[in-house]
């Protein structure tokens, strides 16, 4: 306990997040009543009923430490995130969603059009006879009404504002948490030196694979399975039995929770240092699996078995970009892309 | 750039044992061909990591071309196999992105092939011509809009276009 030292400044914010992350901190457990101590929170929607006009009073600065989870898919979150830049000393990008797009960044293989379409319009439960679609500015009789814009494209926070520091994860895995808030406290109390800014806390620098726990031979695949196709082998790597798993291009840090119960990894703690583009990686390393490229075989044999493999993968880049689509080299597809 | 001086970029990757040379052939023989591509040698087609492509289309190329031994003859054994899986996977992604299927091709050359590069460097050249440019930099990532400070105004802008 810190008696009757300063205590620091925390805020949590979510954007266009699922709350997750939330339940996530959450899950430290009774290690919040050590966050506690360390820390006044001064913002934080999901838990305390604090308005954007107490944070718009607070000084520059104000806040020591500010997790932001969720993605920048409207423009309140983007003023929020400038908002708490503004506020804030240290800002980090927690969660899948803030450092790399996350799920939301999945629409930016679509258009704008599309999704209102099919959210307010197609969607077999919508109940919409006047087909009435989101607009930011709705003249009523008390005057004019203004809700946030949709972006037509999806961004992670580092493409709104500066960040200090990135926790990957979909969510982070509670003890990562609490290792960078202890180190957080731990700095901020006695002064230690910050890690470099735009570095990735809460993670490791090597592979899922490298903690996958799954027995890996050599990996010869003729044909990918989804998951309700197959029940898996135990205790085997489940790339080697079909099952797309982006361990091999995936930052560990979470213990390979997914494979470790049949599922393969969906990639959330984002690419690996030096990585521009993880989708990219994991497309070389499944291509590399696939089993046809026997160079005596005739070159229209080995083209229609590769063919048939990649035939059986269903949405390449949905998988390969699940969590990353904001953060990759092409950021979106355009024309609306072609599914 | 106006659309009828538009000429397409292509950047080409070729395998240092056969396609390069050929490239090499096809100049010493004096061929004609289109002088859109832009080479770069690489030990071997199967060199050519995706990330590769994407970051010659997101930076201002309207096409790539990667060239490579004939199978059953690549230098080290099966590398030019790895680059036609890749390829193929490589395609079918790009076009969720709504990149067209010319816009990135594979090509067998071997060192003696000279004309049969200058021809698919011919062939893929009018195909872009056609399809016009790709300009991902303007099109796409300027108007997403990633710099923090000074685009607040454009991504605000409620009527902003579709990408």
Known sequence: MMGAERKFKLAMYWAASCGGCEISVLNIGERLLEVDAAFDVVFWPVAFDFKYSDLRAYPDGYIDLCLFNGAIVNSENEEIAHLLRQKSKLLVAFGSCASAGGIPALANLTTRSAIFQTVYLNNPSIDN????LPEPTYSA???????????????????????DYVIPGCP??????WQVLQSVISI?????????????LGAMD???CKECVLEKHEKQIARFYRPYEIIPEPGLCLLEQGLVCLGPATRGGCGALCPKV?????????????VDDQGARILAALSSVISAGDPKEEEQEIERKIDAAIGTLVDPAGAFYRFGMAGSLLIRARNGGSR | MSESTYEPIIIGFLCNWCSYRAADLAGTARLHYSTNMRPIRVMCSGRVEPDLVLAALRNGADGVLIAGCHPGECHYLEGNLKTLRRYKLLKRMLAQFGIEKERVQLVWASASEGSALANAINRMTQELRQLGPLRWQETVIKRVDLQPA????MVRDPVGEEV
């Open chain 1, 188 to 200: 901020l109390q006695n002064g230690t030196p910050l890690p470099p800014k735009g570095a990735v």
């Open chain 1, 206 to 208: 090597t592979a899922v």
């Open chain 1, 141 to 163: 009789q008390e005057g004019e009404l203004q809700i946030p814009t949709f972006y037509p494209t999806v961004k992670k926070l580092e493409q709104v504002v500066e960040i």
């Open chain 1, 129 to 132: 006879p006047d087909q009435v």
């Open chain 2, 150 to 153: 000074k685009t607040v105004e």
């Open chain 1, 262 to 274: 049949g599922i393969g990894c969906r990639g959330c703690y984002g690419p690996l240092d030096g």
């Open chain 1, 172 to 177: 982070p895995e509670a003890d990562q948490i």
